[in-house]
T-cell receptor, first 115, second 114 residues
């Protein structure tokens, strides 16, 4: 099966600019996650979708971050305006909702550098 | 916050078994133990998970103590390609009102040496 696709692979922007990341999950996976991974740390959950509804966005900095999952498939994560501390790898993951043995499948992420 | 404690780093000789420990003393009865690993510049990869019985798959074995307060991931014959950060996570299975989200800690950096 095809894996989780993310684009772009790398992005460099200046602070106060805007940026968007795109994720295409594995076909049939109802649950989609966005994680932020700062260098040297484990991934931190930003937001979780089930189909096109938000399940958990308690760790999402809503003053600057937004995410949507239209039609319950692809998702975009946006940062506006970016800060230096937003420099990180943004990982998208998906899972099949109701399967006991269904782990999270991660994409390879988008590395964001804010200068 | 992560509910697990792992050593920061470990070394293992190529071809030998790698035993990665994890403490999860506050684990509750409906929480599972998951292991993921992350190779440099890639996203995390699922390895194995279990509730209370020992589990084995083509990648690794998971040994969970009887009181479930700790576990060990075993890579039976480590290769250089197993060099990665290994994350031990406790979480409830997705469903029945649980979100199934995974909270990652710092993990253990395993260096497999020739």
């Amino acid at each position: 099966e095809a894996g989780v696709a993310q684009s772009p692979r790398y992005k460099i922007i200046e602070k106060r600019q805007s940026v968007a990341f795109w994720c295409n999950p594995i076909s049939g996976h109802a649950t989609l996650y966005w994680y932020q991974q700062i260098l040297g740390q484990g991934p931190k959950l930003l937001i979780q979708f089930q189909n096109n509804g938000v399940v958990d966005d308690s760790q999402l900095p809503k003053d600057r971050f937004s995410a949507e999952r239209l039609k319950g498939v692809d998702s975009t994560l946006k940062i506006q305006p970016a800060k230096l501390e937003d420099s990180a790898v943004y990982l998208c993951a998906s899972s099949f909702l109701s399967s006991y043995n269904s782990p999270l499948h991660f994409g390879n992420g988008t590395r964001l550098t804010v200068t | 916050d992560a509910k697990t404690t792992q050593p920061t780093s470990m070394d293992c000789a190529e071809g030998r078994a790698a035993n990665l420990p994890c403490n999860h003393s506050t684990i509750s009865g409906n929480e599972y133990v998951y292991w993921y690993r992350q190779i440099h510049s890639q996203g995390p990869q699922y390895i194995i998970h279990g509730l209370k019985n020992n589990e084995t798959n083509e990648m690794a074995s998971l040994i969970i103590t009887e009181d479930r307060k700790s576990s060990t991931l075993i890579l039976p014959h480590a290769t250089l390609r197993d060099t990665a950060v290994y994350y031990c996570i406790v979480s409830e299975i997705h469903g029945s009102g649980n979100t199934g989200k995974l909270i990652f800690g710092q993990g253990t950096t395993l260096q497999v040496k020739p």
